[in-house]
């Protein structure tokens, strides 16, 4: 299947631990469900915000808030309370799992910079709100294709625009006086921006962190950026480690179109000559092999083997040193062999990289099963919490495409000499979209192209927009470069920064860059909050 949805799913730094200064009081009493009594639920969300409905079609949509820091006033620069512009700040949800209280008490993954650093100083109320189709947020009966056509980028703005006029309201804050920032990183990134530019009247500014704002249906620059990320000195990475990388794959291309079910058995594939029989399963498998490198979700703090690039280049390029000294002191070696021993050194890395993070250990083999990951994704059941597959598939095929590509010539280090003919193409992830919705290939680049008119894709234009990406983050290629669109929505790189790992807790141990980036969003703030 596709990597859509494994790439937008973040894993999580592991974060710092609450100490005595972090907020006590968390509001998680209000309008119960039965089924979830710690949970708020806004209970007056429109279904369809763009459709005549009676007034029976709302649905109750789930948010937390802190209020520790909260004053009604904030101060000025002068120091004085300014009591006319009180400070909210929002957590925007994402695809994903759910939302844990943790959102508004650490900020999580997306929001601690805003929820442990900025709201104290800025005596802010701090909310966040689930988007509507994951987690507990349900706005329908179950997942079907019907139902998910209410699933969009535009109503879930809409639900932030309903969403902030119901906590001013109860919190009696004047609509136009309160100073709203919206906060999130990646999918949540992409709509805290997009809050601020469709809703100004509501939202006075923004942190869209790794926002991928220019949809596009083939995402080559992602494969891209990661074969950048395995080269960068920065994080570990170097040019021997890529190249590395490229001679496991390229080999692993050449003994599939010749022995598919031996391949299998290195890589401990269940069921390997029968599993690999299936066109489908060898894309799959390629695919689960190409995750190994986690240029998105790097952490150089990790403290597991094989955890992070630094680890895994280590690992990929002992062999081939080892293996290139040893040809090089042998007599009358050709140079050919010396590539052909190096191919199969950095294969047998690779190899050992797979049985070592991939093979389940209560089953002991690797499991490589497309159709039935397609099964899941066709289940329209809408049991709670959800996973959020089903529901991103869809936003990939109705507003944002994002498939990552793979081929000789765009710089994807899994595909140096077009020997996976099985890997990186289009037609898997479009065949998905008419499989499951009925979307067919040509709605696809319709949809996505609506979407980028709508938004505006890299070309929006509004103010107080902050578009930070990281450095060898493979969604920068879908975002904002620096210095931004105009003076009045900065963007700027965090050199050797995965995906949004500014907006993660921070950490002692964090790379200078990380720090410089939040002290650079916090000034932004500050002055934009002073405006």
């Not at 994903?96 to 900025?118: F, K, N």
């Not at 920065?234 to 794959?249: H, I, M, N, R, Y």
């Not at 990186?424 to 980028?452: H, M, P, R, W």
């Not at 983050?473 to 975002?479: I, L, N, R, V």
């Amino acid at each position: 299947m596709s990597r859509t949805h494994k790439d937008l799913s973040f894993r999580s730094l592991p974060g710092k631990s609450r100490s005595s200064s972090t907020p006590s009081r968390v509001a998680l009493k209000g309008d119960l469900d039965s089924s979830t009594d710690s949970f708020l639920f806004f209970s007056s969300q429109l279904v369809d915000h763009f459709s005549p409905r009676p007034a029976s079609q709302f649905w109750k949509q789930r948010y937390f808030v802190n209020d520790t820091f909260f004053k009604r006033s904030s101060p000025s620069d002068s120091g004085d309370a300014d009591v006319n512009h009180p400070v909210v700040f929002l957590c925007v949800g994402g695809e994903g799992p759910p939302l844990t209280p943790d959102v508004v008490v650490t900020g999580s993954v997306h929001c601690a910079l805003a929820v442990e650093e900025l709201a104290p100083k800025h005596n802010a109320l701090v909310v966040a709100l689930e988007h509507r189709f994951y987690g507990y947020s349900l706005p329908t009966k179950d997942l079907s294709t019907e139902n998910l056509s209410v699933l969009s980028h535009r109503q879930a703005i809409a639900d932030i625009a309903r969403f902030v006029t119901f906590i001013n309201q109860k919190f009696q804050l004047d609509d136009a006086k309160t100073k709203w920032v919206t906060f999130g990183g990646s999918y949540p990134g992409m709509m805290a921006g997009w809050a601020r530019a469709k809703l100004p009247h509501l939202i006075h500014a923004s942190v869209a962190s790794s926002a991928p704002v220019q949809a596009i249906v083939d995402n080559a620059g992602y494969n891209a950026v990661v074969g950048e990320a395995i080269a960068e000195p920065l994080v570990g990475g170097s040019a021997e480690c890529l190249k590395a990388v490229q001679d496991a794959f390229n080999e692993l291309g050449n003994r599939l179109s010749c022995d598919p079910a031996s391949v299998g058995e290195d890589l401990m594939v269940c069921n390997a000559a029968e599993t690999l029989a299936d066109k489908k399963n060898v894309s799959q498998l390629i695919d689960d092999l190409t995750l190994l490198f986690p240029a998105q979700s790097n952490d150089p703090l990790c403290t597991e083997d094989l955890c992070n690039i630094a680890k895994i280049c280590e690992h990929m390029t002992t062999a081939t040193t080892t293996t290139k000294a040893a040809a090089n002191t042998a007599v009358a070696r050709r140079a050919l062999r010396q590539d052909q021993q190096t191919q199969s050194a950095s294969y047998n890395q690779l190899v050992t990289l797979a049985r070592a993070l991939l093979v389940d250990p209560s089953s002991g083999c690797m499991e490589v099963n497309y159709a039935l990951g397609v099964a899941g994704l066709a289940d329209p059941s809408g049991s709670m919490p959800l996973s959020g597959d089903r529901s991103w598939i869809w936003q990939t095929c109705s507003e944002f495409g994002f498939y990552q590509t793979c081929s000789a010539d765009t710089g994807c280090p899994f595909h140096p000499h077009g020997t996976l003919p099985w890997y990186g193409s289009l037609e898997l992830s479009l065949e998905l979209c008419a499989d499951l919705f009925n979307i067919s290939k040509d709605d696809v680049y319709v949809n996505v192209n609506q979407t980028n008119q709508i938004t505006g894709g890299r070309d929006i234009q509004s103010t107080r927009i902050a578009f930070p990406n990281g450095g060898i983050d493979p969604w920068k290629a879908q975002g904002i470069f620096p210095p931004g669109p105009d003076d009045y929505e900065p963007a700027f790189m965090v050199p050797g920064a995965s995906h949004h790992a500014w907006t993660h807790p921070s950490r002692p141990g964090d790379s200078p860059s990380l720090v410089k980036a939040r002290a650079a969003i916090s000034e932004l703030v500050e002055t934009w909050l002073s405006q």
